[in-house]
């Protein structure tokens, strides 16, 4: 799960890095309390999961209510590189002397954790690691023994930090690394990493996404939840714990496993057609999973064609096989569905659908068999 | 000849006594596996259709001789699991488990890294490991293979070793092992370790390898096939049309700033002199041809 800038600040605070004191606003009028609250001048900022906030426009410096009013009407509602800016953040403006980067995250080819620290912060740090590799310093950290403070000094000294930023910097990449770690996120970054004229150092962005398999250890996140930035299709999916993802094309899929599912897209535009969604059933999913799966398919109007391409092995195929049975007495789907099952119970599966002898639903033995058979039926029906 | 395990390779199963566990214990037992005994905390004593089940994998190791075990358990407890099999001192452990914490992977990858370097994780989230007619640790269904040679088959995600197997077993080519390295971000067992391993192993003539987009083991893969195999290799990558951006589920497969896309990988395997398929049912196609000319 990505994490908007503010619920990452929010993040941030539980493990004691500093942030501008700010808050949420979802209307003109909250922003102009807030940025009264937060004090003057202030910084209204679009929260949107897309980097260029910047440049499109998405973050203004105000001085006045009038100013924060203004910057509140233009940006909530703008468009940033198609994600339409729905809050606000906004926060005191820090006077800024220098600009850090600081970041956890998990290197899978070393199979340690990285972290990564640069004196050149506040731009984007890819650009600094294609022009200025140099100016990024690496630590590989392993999580036996973890990150010590006086390691974190030496990282912060190696990557050119000021000297009066130094101490500052290496309790926050301590306190950094914890939120990576005990806070279980996939990333945790901090650019820039700002040092005030007062010698302060703190995060004035983050960047934060959280492991989703260690949802069971952290009831907290329940908070950041039901804000995300989902299309409808998605949204439903999510609800049904289907792992999902909209495109364009017409042949709706569903598979078990990740792997499987990518596969089933490759064929199905090799032989011609073109996928309208990404769907993983996950592991031994059973027949409500499956059930699940069909209805949100059916509620994408692109789809004129079904595809269940499933390979049983911890999923069970009459478990899936009861599932499409299921569904279909309950739901009138739009298109017919092409069907191959295979592995763990498939006899058993088959039997069950030609048992059922349901309308519309087009049993094939193998994936390409399949694959084939449901583009033939995208085009039958373009040509009528 | 087979990789990692054989006919003679005795498995407890952690997690005997759960749904999951009992189904995919008994049905291995039931396809030859020599399945000696299950683990489960507070059951020792009694037993699942005949299999004896003990309190600890030392207890379980004690009393049957198992070098190898099968983990079936949530992820809360499957971290926990993989240590204590490692230090009851099975030596090959096959762990299914999907969705744990990339935290924990990390931990655990490590700690048998500095502590128990003789002992292989197979996995997490991994369908496991399956030598047709010896030897089948994990969720695969037994009846998708075919014994006799001369294939070797890795592959990172689950469903697609099925598909891998299937492939060839339509086909009349059988596999010597067949093995599913799993595709979360810390995998215990590489392409590389079983590269190596098939290379070594004198039944297994050439390789079928599936990798898909994300991450960059599929191009190191290719890197040490080109110093290290002189058997053929087949290869395909899931993902050639998948589009950039989008997360495909729990395996980290994600193509961003360009990199780990299947192009990148497709080329750095064919630089290497590995024939690269564009799905499933060519990389079968090219691997009859192969081994029709063996």
Redesign the interface.
Request: hydrophobic content about 40%.
């Given at each position: 799960m990505d994490l908007f800038e503010y619920q990452g600040k929010q993040y941030f605070a539980r493990y004691g890095i500093p942030t501008s004191p700010g808050g949420v606003a979802d209307s003109v009028d909250e922003a102009i309390k807030q940025a009264k609250a937060a004090g003057f001048p202030a910084v209204v900022k679009a929260q949107v999961q897309v980097g260029g906030r910047g440049k499109a426009g998405g973050i203004r410096l105000v001085n006045n209510e009038q100013e924060a009013k203004e910057a509140a009407e233009f940006i909530l509602g703008l468009d940033i590189k198609g994600h339409v800016v729905k809050r606000l953040w906004i926060e005191h403006a820090s006077d800024i002397k220098k600009e850090y980067y600081a970041s956890f995250t998990?290197d899978?080819?070393a199979?340690?954790?990285l972290a990564m620290v640069s004196a050149k912060g506040g731009v984007d740090i890819?650009e600094v690691a294609a022009t200025d590799p140099e100016a990024i310093k690496r630590l590989h950290i392993?999580?036996?023994d973890g990150i010590s403070y006086d390691q974190s000094l030496e990282l912060a000294k190696s990557a050119g930090i000021d000297q009066e930023a130094l101490e500052g910097v290496a309790s926050v990449l301590v306190k950094l690394y914890e939120c990576y770690?005990l806070g279980?996120a996939?990333l945790a970054e901090i650019n820039p990493l700002i040092l005030t004229p007062q010698g302060k150092v703190h995060a004035l962005d983050a960047k934060v996404t959280l492991?989703?398999?260690?949802a069971?250890?952290h009831p907290e996140w329940d908070a950041f939840r039901g804000v995300s930035e989902l299309d409808g299709r998605e949204r439903l999916a999510k609800e049904k714990h289907l792992?999902y993802?909209g495109?364009e094309g017409s042949v709706g899929i569903i598979?078990?496993?990740?792997?499987?599912?990518?596969?089933t897209?490759?064929?199905v535009?090799?032989v011609g057609g073109s996928?309208a969604n990404?769907l993983?059933l996950?592991?031994?999913a059973g027949a409500d999973v499956m059930a699940a799966a069909l209805e949100v398919i059916n509620t994408d109007d692109r789809v004129e064609v079904v595809l269940v391409n499933i390979?049983?092995?911890?999923?069970r195929c009459d478990e899936v096989a009861k599932g499409i049975v299921d569904a279909l007495s309950s739901v009138e789907m739009r298109s017919p569905i092409v069907i191959r099952l295979?592995?763990?119970n498939?006899d058993e599966g088959r039997r069950i659908l030609a048992d059922a002898d349901l309308r519309g639903v087009i049993i094939e033995k193998?994936?390409?068999g399949a694959a084939k058979r449901a583009v033939e039926i995208v085009d039958e029906g373009a040509s009528k | 000849m087979s990789i990692f395990v054989d006919e003679n390779t005795k498995v407890i199963v952690q997690g005997l006594t759960g749904s999951q566990g009992k189904f995919h214990g008994l049905r291995n037992k039931a396809y030859g596996t020599k399945v000696v005994g299950g683990v489960t905390p507070g059951k020792g004593g009694t037993d699942v259709e005949g299999v004896p089940v003990y309190d600890s994998v030392q207890d379980a190791v004690a009393a049957t001789g198992a070098t190898a075990s099968f983990i079936v358990v949530p992820p809360k407890f499957a971290p926990e699991a993989i240590l204590e099999a490692a230090a009851a001192g099975i030596s090959f452990i096959v762990c299914i488990t999907e969705y744990i914490p990339a935290k924990d992977e990390a931990m655990v990858f490590n700690v048998l890294r500095r502590n128990y370097p003789g002992t292989r994780l197979l996995g997490p989230n991994c369908p496991g490991i399956l030598s047709p007619g010896k030897c089948n640790i994990g969720i695969t269904s037994g009846d998708i293979a075919l014994a006799g040679g001369p294939v070797g088959i890795v592959s990172r995600s689950g469903t697609l070793t099925y598909q891998a197997l299937n492939e060839l077993s339509l086909k009349g080519v059988g596999q010597t092992t067949c093995v599913g390295i799993g595709g979360d971000p810390v995998p215990g067992t590489t392409f590389i370790d079983c590269l190596a391993a098939f290379e070594q192993d004198p039944e297994t003539k050439a390789v079928l390898m599936f990798g898909e987009i994300g991450g960059s083991d599929e191009e190191k893969a290719a890197a040490f096939i080109k110093e290290n195999v002189t058997k053929p290799v087949v290869s395909y990558i899931a993902g050639v049309t998948a589009p950039p951006g989008k997360k495909m589920g729990h395996a980290g497969a994600i193509v961003s700033g360009g990199m780990g896309t299947a192009q990148a990988k497709m080329d750095a395997l064919a630089q290497a002199g590995v024939h690269v398929a564009r799905n499933p049912t060519e990389a079968g196609e090219i691997m009859v041809d192969i081994v029709k000319g063996l």
């Open positions: 998990l899978r080819n199979k340690l954790h890819e392993n999580p036996i770690t279980d996939d492991d989703d398999a260690a069971f250890r792992n993802i495109l598979a078990n496993g990740a792997g499987l599912a990518m596969s897209l490759d064929v535009n090799q996928a990404f993983d996950g592991g031994g390979f049983g092995g911890i999923t295979d592995g763990t498939a193998t994936m390409i | -």
